[in-house]
């Protein structure tokens, strides 16, 4: 059983910041790939970072320059700096981690609830 808990989310003002952290605890053997994904009401979800497994980071052509995605590995935390927000970056963000649960296990996808950010004077 694995949990992962996405939090940091809130209200900010345009040009303003917020930190995201997910965190993932239970049976954990060993954690690949991470990423973070949006959904903006009535859109499409969309990649906003991933650190892939061979620890090249992408991110969203729109995001890039503002958003930083961040893991620490000994706590099972990934986090997202987001500066310089903008209305457009309005969405619930959502965590994904690829988890190996034990040895002789398959790695797997788990995502968080996921948290909702809202830019907005």
């Known amino acids: 059983q694995v949990d992962i808990v996405d939090s940091g989310g809130g209200l900010v003002q345009p040009g303003g910041s917020l930190r995201l952290s997910c965190t993932a605890s239970g049976s954990i053997f060993r954690v690949r790939e991470v990423a973070w994904y949006r959904q903006a009401p009535m859109k499409e979800q969309e990649l906003v970072a991933e650190i892939t497994n061979d620890g090249s980071i992408h991110y969203l052509d729109s995001v890039k320059g503002r958003f930083t995605i961040s893991r620490d590995n000994a706590k099972n935390t990934v986090f997202l700096q987001m500066n310089d927000l903008k209305p457009e970056d309005t969405a619930d963000y959502y965590c994904?981690?690829?988890?190996?649960?034990?040895?002789?296990?398959?790695?797997?996808?788990?995502w968080g609830q996921g948290t909702q950010v809202t830019v907005s004077s």
């Open positions: 994904s981690q690829e988890i190996k649960q034990n040895f002789d296990d398959e790695y797997a996808y788990q």
